[in-house]
């Protein structure tokens, strides 16, 4: 099963994202808008060990990755589409 994810103007849909994380306390607890998946806070990365984390604010992608060190070192794959798609 391919796994896709579309993104337009504020609303994201996606097939195959189980949950977004936000920093923010006040966004957790709720969901993204128009998709309904659920914002965890970030220790829901460690939790399940996901293959693949998308990092949105891709100005923010050294910070993420720096604080999930632990899942890059168990395989976990890092991906911005800002300004170009990598995979690290």
């Not at 097939?15 to 128009?34: E, S």
């Not at 460690?46 to 100005?59: D, G, H, K, T």
């Amino acid at each position: 099963m391919s796994k896709r994810i579309i993104c337009t103007r504020n609303t994201i849909t996606v097939f195959g994202v189980r949950y977004a994380t936000a920093a923010a306390p006040a966004k957790q607890g709720k969901y993204l808008p128009g998709s309904h998946i659920p914002i965890l806070p970030p220790s829901a990365l460690a939790e399940s060990a996901p293959n693949y984390v998308l990092i949105l604010p891709w100005n923010s992608a050294a910070e993420v990755k720096q604080q999930n060190a632990v899942l890059a070192a168990q395989g976990t794959k890092f991906v911005t589409a800002v300004p170009q798609l990598e995979i690290t």
